[in-house]
């Protein structure tokens, strides 16, 4: 007959099985002297070590990626340096050829002065032999070159004719504008004084008037002052203060209540209540004091009487105590002979010592 797993038992097996790798886990952790001694949390070490690999991984990735841009640079740098080398070579080359083609030394002005195939170049004159070196067109030579230097000096007098003239254009028309210039400055220096004088004057008739509405108000000031003074010095005279009415020191709370700044003292009714009143204020403080003082002397016995009573049960007390302390000893005399007895009698029965055996039993589950 097949053997049919329920799914019943299969769970209950994965339970089993979970519960005793939770338990298995459980006894490394308390057994564990490090942990338990040290309060290690490894979970945490392990996840730091993590957090480091990956910041170092990290930024091992952000140095790559920066020495690949640093390549990338200098590569195109090079590149760069190439080409613009490649198009100095090609621009010297393009003013060398310009040079070969256009600038030749036949083309100058003066090759005529160094030609050295000046002679060959000249159509019917030989030169006779035996006299090598002889110039024979020495002197049209002279003559051209002093008419070219004649040439050249008018020309050079012409310029600085042209250039002088130029000048005193250019230093004409500087005086003219700047001559304009001062016109125009002297009228605005004429429009400012103007408009200063007239704000002087504005200002000047201004000052005047206020200054005289200032005198005015002042004047009326003073009247109004002296005015107020004198009607003030006669309600002064007229009022109550001086003329110490009464019904002034009366305040407006009530008739008990009294003005402080009307106040003029007591009257001799007031004067009599108030000596009534002092006389029976010391009355009746006599009378207190003397209730006081009875209430303190009775106070004072009935202290007495309780410390008396308290002294007396603190000795009941303390002959309680020592009666109790005497019951004591001889009960703790009578326990501690017991107890040897019992000792005694325990080590003569038992004759079966421990071995490893009865202890490796303990402290086998994290329970």
Not at 94 to 112: G, K, L, N, W
Request: with cysteine.
């Amino acid at each position: 007959m097949d053997q049919v797993e329920l799914l019943s038992d299969r769970i209950t097996a994965v339970q089993l099985d979970r519960k005793r790798n939770r338990e298995l886990q459980r006894r490394e952790r308390i057994f564990n002297d490090k942990v338990r001694t040290m309060g290690l949390d490894k979970d945490a070490l392990d996840h730091q070590v993590k957090e480091r690999r990956e910041k170092d991984q990290r930024e091992a990735n952000e140095l790559k990626v920066y020495a690949d841009d640093l390549l990338c640079s200098d590569r195109v740098a090079c590149v760069l340096e190439q080409r613009q080398k490649k198009d100095e070579r090609l621009l010297n080359e393009a003013i060398v050829q310009f040079r070969q083609q256009f600038q030749q030394t036949t083309s100058r002005r003066e090759f005529d002065l160094n030609d050295p195939e000046l002679l060959k170049k000249q159509e019917g004159v030989r030169i006779l032999p035996g006299l090598t070196g002889e110039d024979l067109a020495q002197k049209d030579r002279l003559r051209k070159q002093q008419e070219q230097l004649r040439a050249w000096s008018l020309q050079q007098q012409e310029e600085l004719e042209r250039a002088k003239q130029q000048l005193q254009e250019k230093v004409h028309q500087y005086d003219q504008s700047r001559l304009s210039l001062d016109n125009r400055a002297l009228e605005l220096q004429k429009m400012e004084e103007q408009c200063k004088r007239a704000t002087a004057i504005a200002t000047k008739n201004f000052n005047l008037a206020l200054a005289a509405e200032i005198t005015h108000r002042r004047l009326q000031e003073h009247h109004e002052e002296e005015e107020n003074n004198q009607t003030d010095i006669l309600n002064q005279l007229n009022g109550d203060l001086l003329m110490e009415n009464p019904e002034q020191n009366v305040s407006v709370l009530g008739l008990s209540r009294l003005r402080r700044d009307y106040y003029k003292g007591m009257s001799p009714k007031e004067l009599q209540q108030y000596t009534q009143y002092q006389l029976q204020q010391a009355e009746d403080r006599k009378s207190a004091v003397m209730k006081q003082r009875e209430k303190e002397l009775q106070e004072h016995h009935e202290h007495m009487a309780s410390s008396r009573a308290a002294l007396l049960l603190e000795r009941q007390q303390a002959r309680f105590n020592k009666e109790l302390r005497r019951a004591l000893d001889n009960t703790n005399a009578q326990l501690a002979q017991a107890h040897d007895a019992q000792k005694k009698q325990f080590e003569d029965l038992s004759t079966n010592i421990p071995d490893e055996r009865y202890f490796s039993q303990f402290n086998t589950s994290s329970r």
